[in-house]
Nanobody, 120 residues
């Protein structure tokens, strides 16, 4: 399956963006879908994930500001990002996960990601 993240851009601190992750196949094939981000010089981290049953969880750094959702009919996962901060600046990726917990491993379906830049 191919995953394509989109929706990034330049936004001022306090602003909002909605990222989309479009899958070439059914996202029902995977226990969960995740959004990740990688800031310059840092490792890629899991930001949020949503299970096939619709349960979701978030990293503490984004909890209360980001909302993950999925449209199974469109095979698309979204990340609504509100009250953005400069430290949210990163390339954001989506991927499929092999399980429904934070320690679950990822499939290797990384796409190019989408750049989010938050100016102060």
């Amino acid at each position: 399956v191919q995953l394509q993240a989109s929706g990034g851009g330049l936004v001022q601190a306090g602003g909002s963006l909605r990222l989309s992750c479009s899958a070439s196949g059914s996202i029902f094939n995977f226990p969960a879908m995740g959004w990740y981000r990688q800031a310059p010089g840092k490792q890629r981290d899991l930001v949020s994930f949503i299970t096939i049953g619709g349960n979701s969880d978030y990293a503490d750094s984004v909890k209360g500001r980001f909302t993950i959702s999925r449209d199974n009919a469109k095979n698309t996962v979204y990340l609504q990002m509100n009250r953005l901060k400069p430290e949210d600046t990163a390339v954001y990726y989506c991927n499929a996960r092999r399980g429904t917990g934070w320690s679950s491993r990822d499939y290797n379906y990384w796409g190019q990601g989408t750049l989010v830049t938050v100016s102060s």
